[in-house]
Every structure is written in structure tokens, then in C-alpha cells.
């Protein structure tokens, strides 16, 4: 009897048969019943695997659903469970167990990988020592950096200038990023230190960098450009042409803020005398052509920065801009905010920028004679050299490397060795300090570096000039020291032999200061015996400009006329040079005065000690070849006197050889008579000394 509950589904049992036909029937219904368990059990797994196919998907979408399960799982009473055995709970760990055992074997067999098995992968390289390319982000600290540099053998490889490179560009960044007001004089030296013709790229990059970031401290890097634009002025052309670059960039784009920074760093480039007042006029004028709210005021912020310096150096061109700013507030179509600032500039300019200084005085660092001034146009086409940025391999680069040393020490000097016996001599007695500081006293500077400098300051002084006017009044304001005046005078006739044709206008400047002081005239006096006695040294053109100027200086009455007894006209005593001189000294006199008057004033009685060695008359032979001399030029006129001087000279010759000739003839007669007057006196005294003789005896 079957128990209830339960329902056989098998066959009903046959009938009791033997037994060999009971054991077949056994072995049927065993492998009959181990076919079912399997397909069953084929069943169960299929089910398992498309059911935890599903919940991995769920899962994959909501992650949080597996954490929220599991803890519904936990929370759930063991009642729940399958089977309300207390050993439930083992055998559905049991079935997880085998299920998951289950899923592998299907995944391994399943998987397409099972085909070849993998090898395991190798471990990471480990780092090198020395990173031969880009450091890739690994921040290598300064001693392991320089430990590095040390341990390469070879100074001309790729990654050595690599890592020269890298630590060049740190070094400059930071140097640029410390500047301020109060250390930018120690920091000079630290910075020139650098391989600045290198990394000029890389300086000026920083430089502009900065300055955007914190347009404050425009003043700080524009006087660190021009300590190193004295040393080094392609360097101070290229950050001109980088920043007028993004100046121009900035006023395509209408970038206000960009452009704002770079009018403010050209502003101050112009105070510190980098960049030339022209190209701040030029700006100004672009940014007033087509006048807009914002270009007028960065117009009015620039000539806030740099309007002391513009009324010093270009009053008219200053005057013209602000004639444009009175337009435009005439005009009335900008916004009342920029009428109020236009305004303001008024009266920042009737205060004569009080409160805006060109340079303070602690960033006053560079004399105005040193520094190099650049000019250029904003029309023309500028090359940034943007490839100075990146770093590239350098077949000399050791070569430079040695070239740049011996530079550094030519502008840096010892100053390793200067704080070496500064430390030693502060260690030592008080009566070896003095002892030092008078032997200090006695060094003097042989190099001239003052001369040069003050040569350089006339120089530019009168090129830079419109005028002589202008030109003279800025020469009287240079302090010059007793004996330095004829620094002048050389640097005038200097300029003056190096020009193309001749100008008026050294003349003029000449004869201004003639007559200004009497020292500038006899300085001038001793440049003409110099240069007559150096004149074969001279090319054809400077010659030529030398001898107007002295010509144009005697038609003046700047010079006095007796420095022409410096001339001495001979065939033997003047060369082809000195001929041409002459020839061009008096043909010019002639033009200036007229052939009358310069005759009047070779014939004045006064001065005609100072023209007998032109007009020489010792000899027909040197009278003739003067004659001959001016007759060539075409100023046989002012020989005219010389000529009867030379007709009447066997005349006068016969006239000197009378009187001689009487002199001779009397002077013989005297002599006899002297002669018979002796012979008659010692005679008589012979006779005397007889007698006495006598009447001893």
C-alpha cells in the first residue's frame, strides 16, 4: 500500500517471473531511472544559469539591488526557507555551493579562451635612474636632479641637454615668478647666471606669462627686461615683438583684459627706454582711429603709464594725442563713464602726471646711455620664433655651453672671489681694514668706461635731434667735466665726417657753441691742425665733409682766420690729400663769401703773417706753384697780388743785392784800416818795451 502524499508514477509491477528475466528487468529500470535523474538534473542547471543570467543583469543595472537583497536574505526568518528542517539552512548552502560550482564548469567550457591557456604577464620595468626623455609628470627633487647631471659621462648627449634644459626652464620660471621691487637687484645676477641665450625663449614666455597673471608688478618685470636688455638686446626685441604680437592678437579678438595687459607692459617698456616713443604713438594712434568705449579707455590707462616720459621725450606728439582725446570728447558719442575718465587724464596731465612717475626709484636700475631702444612698426610682419620654447638638440652644445661661461664672466666678473676676500678681510684687524681701503683709494678705472659713455650720449644726443637748435640746448644740459669739453668738439666733427653728404646742420651746431663759449672755439682750432696733419688718413668723402664744416666755421667768423698759418702751400710740404682739402676749404669760402670779399680778406695788411705760408713768397718756385694751385681751382682771382709780386721780383731782388753789395765794400775798408791801426799800436809798444830794456841794463 502506498503511503499518502505520495504518487508513484512508475509502471505497476509485472508479475513474479524467474530469475534471470527479474535481474534484466532490474538492470532496465536502473539505467532508465539514471537517464531521468540526468535530464532532470540538465533541466535544473539550464534554469539556474538563465536565472542568474538575469539577476547579473539586474544587477548591472541597479547595484544597490544585490546589497538590498542580501540584506532582505539576512532579515528573512529561517521559517521562510525551503524545507522546514533546522538543516535547511546547510543545504541551501550546500546547493549554492554546487551551483556556483556548476556556473564555472559551463563558463570554463563555454568560454572561447579555453582553447590555449595564457602565460602570466611580465612584471612592470622598473624605473630608471636617469630618465633619458620627458620626465612624464615624476617630480624629481633639485639634489637627485643634480646627482643625475653629475653621473653623466657624456655632456653632449640628447638627455643630458634634456635635463640641462628642463632644469634651465625651472630655474628661470622661479628667478621671474620671485622678482619683486626690493630683491630684483640681487636677483639680477642669479638670473644673468643663466644661460639667457638659450633660454631666451623661455624667458620671454615667463616674462609675458607673468605679467598676465599679476599686471601689478608690470613696472618690476619691465625693469628686469631692461637690465637684460643692456647685456643682451635680442632679447629685448624679441619680448617687444612677442608682446605687440598678442597686443594685436588681443584688439582683433576685442579681448579687453589681454589687451589691457600688454598696452601696460608696453607702457612701461617705454618709460624704461626699451621700446621707442614712436611705437606708444602709433598705439595710440590705432586705438583712437575708430574710438569705442573700451579702446578709448586703454588709451587713457596708457598714457596714464607712460604720459610723464611722452611729455619729456615728444611734447608735440603727446600734444597731437590729446588734441584727439578732445575731439572725441566733443564728439559725444562715447559713454558718459569714458567722457569722466577723458577728463580725468586732463587734469592728470595739468598736474603734469603727478602720481604717476615714468620709473620709481628703487626700479631705476639702468643708465639711459647703456640701454638699447627698439623701434618697430606694428605693420610689419613679426616673426615670435615660437620654436625657442621647445627644446631641441644642439650638435655645439658644448661649445656654447664654454662660450656662454667666458660671456658670464665678462659681465658678471669674479663676484665669487670678491666675497671670498670680503669674508677674509672682515675677519682681519681693524688696522688691515684700513690699510686695504686706502690701497682701494688708489685704484683708478683705466678702461674709460666714463668717456665711452659720455661719447655715447653726444652721439646720440645729436642724431636723435631735429634740429641744431634742439640739439645744442639738450648738449649744454650734459654735465661735462673740467677738460671734457673737447669731447664735443671730437664727437660733432666725428658725426659730421661719417654722414653721406654734408649737412648744415653741424656747421650750424659748430658755430653755435663758438660763439657760446670761447673754449669750444679754441678746441675747435686745435681739431683743425689735428685733422689737417692726419688728412691723408681720411676717405674722399669724410674729407670733403671735414673741409665744408672748417669752411663754413671761417665764413662765420666762428674761427679765426690765423689757422690757416697751419697750411703751408708747397709742392714739397702738402700731398695729393692735403690738396684736395685746401681745394674744397677755399672753393667753399667762396661760395659763402664771394670772390670779392674773400679777396678782401686775404689782402687785409693785419693778417698777412697768417697767409704768407699759403701765399708763400721766400722763393719764385713755391710762389709760382701757388699761383698755378689757385688758378686750377678756378680762384686765380685772390692771386692777383701775388702776381705782381712775382712780376716785380728780380727787382726787387737787384734792390737787396745793392745794399749788400755797399755793406760788403765798406765793411773791407774799415777792416784795412783797423788793420794798420793794430799794426801801428803794437809796434809802438815794442818800442816802449826796448827802451825800457835799455835803461835797465
Known sequence: MMKSGKVDDRPPRPARVSNGEEEDDRRTRRSRASDDEKEDDRRR????????????????????????????????????????????????????????????????RTSPERKEPTSPLPPPP????????????VYIPPFRMAQMLRDVEDKASPEYQRLTWDALKKSINGLVNKVNGTNI??????????????????????????????????????????????????????LLVRVMLQLKRAYKRNDKPQLLAATKFIAHLVNQVVVHEVVALELLAVLLENPTD????????????????????????????????????????????????????????????????????????????DQCTHDMSFETELDPETNLNVFRVNPNFVEDEKAYESLKKSILGDEMEEDEEGSDDASDDEDEEESDDEEQMEIRDKTETNLINLRRTIYLTIMSSVDFEEAGHKL??????????????????????????????Y?????????????????????FVQQYSMIHRLETNK??????????????DALPWHVLAYIRLTEEDTTSSSRIFIKILFQELSEHLGIRLLNERLNDPNMQDSFESVFPRDHPKNTRFSINFFTSIGLGGITESLREYLKNMPRFIMQQQKPASSESESGGESSDSGSS????????????????????S
Do not use: W
Open 543 to 556: 674729407l670733403r665733409n671735414v673741409a665744408k664744416f672748417f669752411a663754413h666755421l671761417l665764413g662765420t
Open 45 to 108: 542547471r539550464r534554469a539556474r544559469a538563465s536565472d542568474d543570467e538575469r539577476y547579473d543583469r539586474r544587477s548591472k543595472r541597479d547595484p544597490g539591488r544585490h546589497h538590498r537583497d542580501s540584506r532582505r536574505r539576512r532579515r528573512r526568518s529561517p521559517s521562510s526557507d525551503s524545507g522546514s528542517s533546522p538543516n535547511g539552512r546547510h543545504r541551501r548552502d550546500g546547493s549554492s555551493r554546487r551551483r556556483a560550482e556548476d556556473r564555472g564548469r559551463e563558463e570554463r
Open 507 to 527: 656747421g650750424l651746431l659748430g658755430q653755435r657753441f663758438c660763439m657760446i663759449n670761447k673754449v669750444f672755439q679754441e678746441n675747435f682750432e686745435k681739431c
Open 126 to 137: 622598473p624605473l630608471p635612474e636617469m630618465i633619458p626623455g620627458r620626465t612624464g609628470g
Open 294 to 369: 573700451d579702446s578709448v579707455e586703454v588709451a587713457v590707462g596708457f598714457v596714464k603709464e607712460c604720459g610723464a616720459i611722452l611729455q619729456d621725450l615728444t611734447p608735440q606728439g603727446l600734444h597731437a594725442m590729446f588734441e584727439r582725446f578732445r575731439g572725441i570728447l566733443h564728439e559725444g558719442e562715447i559713454d558718459k563713464r569714458v567722457q569722466f575718465l577723458i577728463e580725468g587724464l586732463f587734469a592728470i596731465r595739468k598736474a603734469k602726471f603727478q602720481g604717476f612717475p615714468a620709473i620709481s626709484p628703487e626700479l631705476d636700475l639702468v643708465e639711459q646711455e
Open 476 to 505: 649744454l644740459k650734459i654735465k661735462l667735466e673740467p677738460g671734457q669739453e673737447m669731447e664735443l668738439n671730437i664727437m660733432l666733427l666725428e658725426c659730421c665726417s661719417q654722414e653721406r653728404t654734408y649737412l648744415r646742420y
Open 185 to 238: 637687484k640681487n636677483l639680477v645676477p642669479e638670473l644673468l647666471a643663466e644661460n639667457l641665450v638659450r633660454g631666451r625663449g623661455l624667458f620671454c614666455q615667463s616674462c609675458i606669462k607673468s605679467q598676465m597673471a599679476s599686471p601689478g608688478f608690470t613696472d618690476v618685470f619691465a625693469a628686469l627686461v631692461a637690465v637684460v636688455n643692456t647685456k643682451f638686446p635680442e632679447i629685448g626685441r624679441l
Open 677 to 696: 791801426s793794430e799794426s801801428e799800436s803794437s809796434s809802438d809798444e815794442s818800442g816802449k818795451k826796448r827802451s825800457k830794456r835799455r835803461k835797465r
